[in-house]
């Protein structure tokens, strides 16, 4: 099993920035790809950004130039800075990690106001 364990979320305005931790641990050697997606109200969840183990990177249209997702792999620990936020961005974002099954995290909200 896979435990992980998002931080970072919380409230901002407009054109501001936040970054979004996510610490894995427990039965992670062989860890391949990880990423973010997120879950408006609403709406259904969806890929935000991902990572390969060795850095090959894919991001959601709407999020290029704005977001950049970034791993530690000695410290097992996925990063995603989010700058020039939208109010479109609020979502709970949720953190994955993929060995030979695809494990999630609990999710942490991020609200962006106009």
């Known amino acids: 099993q896979v435990q992980l364990v998002e931080s970072g979320g919380g409230l901002v305005q407009a054109g501001g920035s936040l970054r979004l931790s996510c610490a894995a641990s427990?039965?992670?050697?062989?860890?391949?790809?990880m990423g973010w997606y997120r879950q408006a109200p609403g709406k259904q969840r969806e890929l935000v950004a991902t990572?390969?183990?060795?850095?090959?990177?894919n991001y959601a249209d709407s999020v290029k130039g704005r977001f950049t997702v970034d791993r530690d792999n000695a410290k097992n620990t996925l990063f995603l800075q989010m700058n020039n936020l939208k109010p479109e961005d609020t979502a709970v974002y949720y953190c994955?990690?993929?060995?030979?099954?695809?494990?999630w995290g609990q999710g942490t909200q991020v609200t962006v106001s106009s």
């Open positions: 994955t990690a993929s060995t030979y099954r695809v494990y």
């Open positions: 990572i390969t183990r060795g850095g090959n990177t």
């Open positions: 427990g039965s992670i050697f062989g860890l391949t790809a």
